[in-house]
């Protein structure tokens, strides 16, 4: 039966489809009637966190590695589950900048942005700030796919099983994951407004209210009240629809914990749960949902050698999908580049005019285009512009008509020398106890979860230390934030400073390692 249930979905994805008849404009000399066909495709969209990278569990001992990142075995047996399950697209939580090197195992596209990887070209929207990419299945057809790790701590399980009144959880819950799901909540129902596919996947460290129920109450001890859990019920009151749920609807006889298969961070008596998800809105309809994880559980639909190799179990949904007309966009490789080979590689989706070019501008000066390839006539493509002797500065990359000198369509960019550094910096120098501070920042790499945070310093400044406060730079290469005395989505305000010297680090993609220069300060008494 198992062997089974690994070959279907691999039959389902391959088996893409196109022809589903909408409409039958006539032609030219009104007597022929031409049918219009739009792409109907089975798309297999999956959900996995991958733990620290993918790197830093050392599945011979169950434990952390010895030496961080130094564990490579899991990020590949990782590759190998997502091959075998026949996902076509997958949301990667905890990518930690290995976005890429999973989707270069795979021999896929990446979106470091978004934490997207896909067997299909992607065409990353340039202000989408990593909260969706476009996924094309068919050419000039698209899907929107977002993902999203919503805050681990505190955990809403944990306070019921510790006690907590209903009242006080759902308080947390709106307060924390219901406030970070906000701008996902703002941009995704407007996509499948407009008839756009949307999927969201994601580890949301929440169970989901179609899961705690009044039934599952009664039969699970742990669970010791029935809750409308916030951040599900809000997704499926913008018109988003649980895939799992979807195939799966009686939580008590399917309940697809996919928290946890085990892990260096899981409890001995652990709170298990359904909190990783495949959510669909928009034009698509739910076709398999199958939970993938370890050998051994009778829960588990695609089952893998043991231990599993991170600890969250992943979810791999098969959808019908009516892709829509990809919007007309430029989508560089990079948003940060560094002069000289290798070229800046720009996929696109064009009018398909003649004299339509993918070129290169200066931001200010909207005329000039210092670089051009010809698109040669073509609605998508790949086009591979030069970047030595460019200045250091931010670019405009365009879609422009040249027979018109209309410009289509914009992404930005920013040059770099070769050697250089990002760099943080304070707004001052010497603060007072509980004064907002604002902090800069340069050259980031622009990933979705890059972030900048306050370090304590000991006996020296560049030494290692736990995080104080800190705030994500939503995918800006030059940006800065400010940090007052609200202890926004529980990352931590100015209030929690002492008088002492600190040190202001930006950090890449939701790990642990620093980069670029960073900044001293002092805080004072007032």
Not at 105 to 114: E, F
Not at 288 to 300: A, H, I, K, T, W
Not at 385 to 398: E, N, S
Request: aromatic content about 8%.
């Amino acid at each position: 039966m198992r062997a089974l249930r690994l070959v279907a979905p691999l039959l389902i994805t391959i088996s893409l489809t196109a022809g589903v008849l909408l409409a039958a404009p006539v032609s030219a000399d009104s007597t022929t009637v031409t049918p219009a066909l739009t792409p109907t495709v089975q798309v297999s969209v999956m959900t996995q966190n991958i733990f620290y990278g993918g790197d830093d569990y050392d599945l011979s001992t169950g434990d952390f590695c010895p030496v961080a990142n130094g564990c490579p075995r899991a990020l590949h047996r990782l590759a190998h589950i997502i091959e075998v399950s026949g996902a076509d697209v997958v949301g990667v939580q905890e990518a930690e900048d290995n976005t890429r090197r999973l989707a270069h195992l795979l021999g896929w596209h990446a979106s470091p942005q978004a934490h997207v990887i896909s067997r299909f070209p992607i065409l990353d929207p340039p202000h989408s700030h990593g909260i969706f990419t476009y996924v094309e299945p068919v050419p000039g057809r698209v899907i929107a796919v977002a993902n999203t790790h919503l805050p681990s701590t505190p955990y809403g399980p944990y306070r019921v099983r510790a006690g907590w009144s209903k009242h006080r959880v759902l308080h947390l819950e709106r307060t924390l994951r219901l406030r970070a799901l906000a701008p996902v909540l703002k941009r995704l129902p407007r996509l499948a407004a407009r008839g756009i596919p949307v999927f969201l996947t994601g580890d949301f460290n929440s169970p989901s209210y179609l899961d705690w129920t009044k039934a599952v109450a009664q039969a699970r001890p742990k669970v010791r009240y029935a809750v409308r859990w916030p951040a599900s019920k809000a997704l499926a009151d913008a018109g988003f629809h649980d895939s799992y749920r979807d195939a799966h609807p009686d939580p008590l006889a399917d309940p697809g914990f996919t928290w946890s298969p085990g892990g260096p961070e899981t409890q001995k008596h652990d709170f298990f749960d359904r909190i990783d998800w495949v959510l669909h809105a928009g034009p698509a309809t739910t076709v398999s949902s199958l939970l993938v994880g370890e050998r051994g559980n009778p829960q588990v639909d695609l089952a893998f050698k043991n231990p599993y190799p991170t600890d969250h179990r992943g979810v791999v949904s098969t959808f019908d999908v009516t892709a829509a007309p990809a919007p007309v966009l430029v989508a560089p490789n990079h948003r940060r580049v560094i002069t000289g080979p290798p070229s800046l590689r720009v996929r696109f989706h064009a009018n398909g005019t003649a004299g339509e070019v993918v070129g290169l501008r200066r931001a200010g000066k909207p005329r000039q285009l210092l670089r051009q390839a010809n698109a040669r006539g073509r609605r998508d493509g790949l086009v591979r512009i030069r970047t030595a002797h460019l200045r250091p500065g931010r670019y405009d990359v365009v879609l422009r008509d040249s027979a018109t000198g209309r410009t289509e369509t914009t992404a930005p960019i920013w040059v770099y020398r070769p050697g250089s550094r990002p760099q943080v910096t304070t707004d001052r120098r010497t603060y007072r106890v509980g004064s907002p501070i604002r902090v800069s920042w340069t050259r980031a790499p622009g990933n979705n979860l890059d972030w900048v945070s306050f370090f304590r310093c000991r006996l020296r400044c560049d030494g290692p230390g736990g995080y104080l406060a800190y705030r994500y730079t939503d995918t800006a290469v030059v940006g800065s934030v400010t940090f007052g005395r609200d202890n926004y989505l529980n990352y931590g305000s100015v209030r929690s400073l002492a008088p002492g010297q600190y040190v202001a680090r930006l950090l890449t993609d939701d790990g642990y390692h620093a980069i670029g220069v960073s900044s001293r300060f002092r805080i004072v008494r007032r």
